[in-house]
C-alpha cells in the first residue's frame, strides 16, 4: 500500500459509519435482530445455561420472569417435562436457521445454475428447463412435501433435499430472463470478442453484474424457506423430536395453551419476529439493489 | 387460437408431469400393507391385500394402469374405510371451499382498498402506515395468527369457539388467518399496480377533462390496475392451498387439509394421491385461467406468445 492511500482510510471508515447511522430504525432494528438469530446459530450449544432435553420433573411448566411462580433459574419457564425452555429455543432456532439457510442456498444454487444453463443453451435444453420450472411452479410443492415426509419417514436428508427443492424455479427464471438480456450488452460481446470461454464470460462478468436481482430474490425467498419449515415441523412431519426446531415447539405448545400459553406463544414469536425483519431487509436491499423493480 | 392451443399444451404436458411424479413418489416410498394391516398379519394376508390393491404388479405396469384408471375417473378405493377414494375427498370440497373463498374475499376487500389509498397518497403517512402494517401481515406465519387468536377470543373472552365448523362464528377466525397474508399481499400488489397506472397519459387526460379524484380512480385507474392483481391472485391460490392445510389443523376445520393429514398419517395411497392430484388441477387449471383472461384483455400478451413459438 502507497503512502498516499493512508489518509483515506479514517475518511472510509467515517463515510461508513455515516451510512450506518442514516439507516432507517426499522432496517437498523430488523439487521440486528438477524445478526442476533446468526449469533445464536453459531454459538447455541455455549450459551445455552441448560442441555436441552435435559429434563427435570420437580420443575414443569414454570412460567417465564414476570409472571408469578416464575425463577431466574428458567427465565423462560420449562415445558412439560421440565425442559428450560430459553435453552430448547436457542437450539430450536439453530436448527431452524441453519435448515432455512442450507435450503436457500441449495434452492439458489440450483436454480441459478439451470438459468445460466437454459440461457446458454437455448434449443431443446431451454425447452425442458423452462417445463420443469412450469412444473415445480404449478405443484402445490407444501403439499407434495408433506405427502414425501409422510411416506419416506423421518430422514434428515429427505427434508434437506425437499427444503432445498423449494424455491428454485423463481432463481432460474430470473437468471434466465438476466442473462439473455446481459449477454447482448457491451461488456459481454466485449469480452467475448476478446477471445474469452463462455465459462469465465458467465462466471466473472455476467454473474457480478446480475447479482443485485438474484439477491433481491434471495432475501424474498428466505423468509418463505422459514415458514416452509417451521409449518412442516410444525404439522409434525418435518423435524420431529428428539431434535426440535421453531415450528416443532410451537406445534408441542398448542396443546397447553390452556394452562402454559408461552410455551406456544413465545417460539411463534421468535419464528414473526425472524420473518418480519428478514422482509424488511429485503424491501429495503431491494430498494437499494435493484431500482427497476421498485415502482 | 394457436396461442390458445399452445398453453393448453402447456397446461397437459405440466398435468402429465404432476400425474407421473405423484404416482412414483407415493409408489417408491413404501410398503402400504405394512402400515395398514396389523403387525401380526400373516404372510398370505400380506399378499392378499396386495394383489388386492394392484401392488404386486411391476411398477410400469402399475403406472399404465394407473393412467388408465385416471382417465376413466376412477381414483382407487379409500384403503382405511373401503369407498371411493374421489368421494372421499368429494365430500369435504365444500368446506375447503368456503373456508377459501371466504379468505379470498376478505383479501380483496380489505387489501384492495389499502392498496389504492397507498398508491393515491404516496409516500404520505397513510402510504407508510398501510405498507408497514403489510409487511407485519404477511410475515405473520398463520399457524401463529391462529395460535393468537384462539386465546385472545376462544380462552380470554370466550366469544369465539376455537375449532369446529358448525356456525358461521366457526367460520370467522380460520378465514381470517388465512386471508390475512393474502390482504396484505394483495395491498402491495394493488399499490405497485396503481402506482404504475397513476403515471399514464391517459390518467393526466382524464385530470385535464375535469373527472374528480374519486371518478379518475374508480373509473380509470382501478380497472386497469386490477388486471395484475388477479394474475397474481390465480398464481397464489396454490400457495394458498397449502395455508389452508395449516389453518384447518390449527382450527380442526373438517376440510381437505384436515383430510389430508390424517391421510398421509394412516398411509391411505388412495386419499393422498386424489388429493394431490385434485390439488395440481386446481392449480393447473387458475393458471390457465389466468392466461387466458390476461391474454384476452392484453392483446400484447397473445402476440408476445406467438412470436415466441
Redesign the interface.
Given at each position: 500500500m502507497s503512502a498516499l492511500d493512508r489518509p483515506a482510510l479514517p475518511a472510509r471508515r467515517w463515510v461508513w459509519l455515516a451510512t450506518l447511522s442514516r439507516l432507517p430504525v426499522?432496517v437498523s432494528v430488523a439487521a440486528g435482530f438477524m445478526l442476533l438469530m446468526l449469533f445464536v446459530t453459531v454459538f447455541a450449544q455455549v450459551i445455552q445455561p441448560y442441555a436441552f432435553d435435559h429434563v427435570d420433573l420437580m420443575n414443569r411448566m414454570t412460567p417465564p420472569v414476570p409472571l408469578a411462580g416464575a425463577t431466574w433459574a428458567h427465565p423462560m419457564g420449562t415445558d412439560t417435562l421440565g425442559r428450560d425452555l430459553f435453552s430448547r429455543l436457542l437450539v430450536a432456532a439453530q436448527t431452524s436457521m441453519l435448515l432455512s439457510i442450507l435450503g436457500t442456498c441449495l434452492g439458489a444454487v440450483m436454480g441459478i445454475a439451470l438459468g445460466f444453463l437454459a440461457a446458454h443453451k437455448g434449443g431443446l435444453w431451454d425447452e425442458v428447463i423452462m417445463?420443469l420450472v412450469?412444473?415445480q411452479?404449478?405443484?402445490?410443492?407444501?403439499?407434495?412435501a408433506?405427502?414425501?415426509l409422510?411416506?419416506?419417514?423421518n430422514s434428515m436428508a429427505v427434508f434437506i433435499a425437499i427444503m432445498g427443492l423449494y424455491g428454485w424455479e423463481t432463481y432460474a427464471r430470473i437468471t434466465r430472463g438476466l442473462v439473455l438480456s446481459a449477454r447482448e450488452q457491451g461488456y459481454a460481446l466485449a469480452v467475448r470478442g476478446l477471445g474469452a470461454k463462455p465459462r469465465r464470460v458467465y462466471l466473472h462478468h455476467i454473474l457480478p453484474n446480475i447479482a443485485g436481482p438474484l439477491i433481491v430474490q434471495l432475501t424474498i425467498n428466505f423468509?418463505n424457506t422459514i415458514?416452509f419449515e417451521?409449518?412442516l415441523s410444525?404439522?409434525g412431519?418435518g423435524i420431529r423430536p428428539p431434535m426440535t426446531s421453531l415450528?416443532q415447539m410451537?406445534?408441542e405448545g398448542?396443546d397447553y395453551?390452556?394452562n402454559a400459553?408461552w410455551l406456544?406463544?413465545i417460539p411463534?414469536?421468535v419464528?414473526?419476529l425472524t420473518?418480519?425483519s428478514?422482509?424488511?431487509l429485503g424491501?429495503w436491499l431491494r430498494v437499494k439493489l435493484d431500482p427497476s423493480l421498485e415502482? | 387460437m394457436t396461442w390458445i392451443l399452445l398453453k393448453l399444451l402447456r397446461a397437459l404436458v405440466t398435468m402429465g408431469l404432476v400425474l407421473t411424479f405423484v404416482f412414483f413418489v407415493l409408489r417408491l416410498s413404501g410398503d402400504p400393507t405394512l402400515v395398514l394391516l396389523p403387525d401380526d398379519v400373516d404372510q398370505a394376508t400380506r399378499e392378499f391385500y396386495r394383489a388386492k390393491w394392484g401392488l404386486d404388479a411391476p411398477l410400469w405396469e402399475q403406472y399404465t394402469s394407473y393412467l388408465r384408471a385416471l382417465l376413466q375417473g376412477d381414483f382407487g378405493i379409500s384403503f382405511r374405510n373401503n369407498i371411493d377414494a374421489f368421494q372421499v375427498v368429494w365430500d369435504r370440497v365444500p368446506k375447503t371451499a368456503l373456508l377459501g373463498g371466504t379468505a379470498i374475499a376478505i383479501a380483496l376487500l380489505i387489501g384492495m382498498p389499502l392498496g389504492v389509498l397507498a398508491a393515491v397518497y404516496r409516500d404520505s403517512w397513510l402510504d407508510r402506515t398501510v405498507m408497514s402494517i403489510a409487511v407485519f401481515g404477511f410475515s405473520m406465519p398463520n399457524f401463529f395468527l391462529g395460535i393468537l387468536l384462539i386465546l385472545i377470543f376462544s380462552l380470554k373472552l370466550r366469544v369465539l369457539p376455537s375449532s369446529g365448523s358448525g356456525t358461521w362464528a366457526h367460520l370467522i377466525m380460520p378465514a381470517a388467518t388465512l386471508g390475512t397474508g393474502f390482504a396484505a399481499q394483495i395491498a402491495r400488489y394493488t399499490r405497485s399496480s396503481m402506482i404504475d397506472v397513476l403515471s399514464k397519459p391517459y390518467m393526466r387526460t382524464a385530470r385535464s377533462k375535469g373527472a374528480g379524484l374519486t371518478r379518475r380512480v374508480s373509473q380509470h385507474a382501478l380497472p386497469n390496475a386490477s388486471v395484475p392483481v388477479v394474475t397474481i391472485l390465480g398464481i397464489k391460490v396454490g400457495e394458498m392451498l397449502g395455508w389452508a392445510v395449516v389453518t384447518e389443523t390449527v382450527f380442526a376445520w373438517p376440510g381437505i387439509g384436515r383430510l389430508l393429514t390424517s391421510a398421509v398419517a394412516s398411509r391411505d395411497l388412495a386419499v393422498v394421491q386424489c388429493i394431490m392430484i385434485l390439488l395440481a388441477f386446481t392449480m393447473v387449471a387458475a393458471n390457465m385461467v389466468v392466461d387466458l383472461v390476461y391474454g384476452w384483455l392484453d392483446p400484447r400478451v397473445r402476440v408476445g406468445a406467438r412470436a415466441q413459438a
Open positions: 426499522m417445463a412450469d412444473f411452479a404449478a405443484m402445490p410443492w407444501f403439499i407434495i408433506l405427502a414425501i409422510a411416506f419416506m419417514g423468509p415458514l417451521t409449518s410444525f404439522l412431519l415450528g410451537l406445534g398448542r395453551l390452556i400459553w406456544a406463544v411463534g414469536l419464528i414473526f420473518t418480519l428478514m422482509s424488511v424491501d415502482t | -
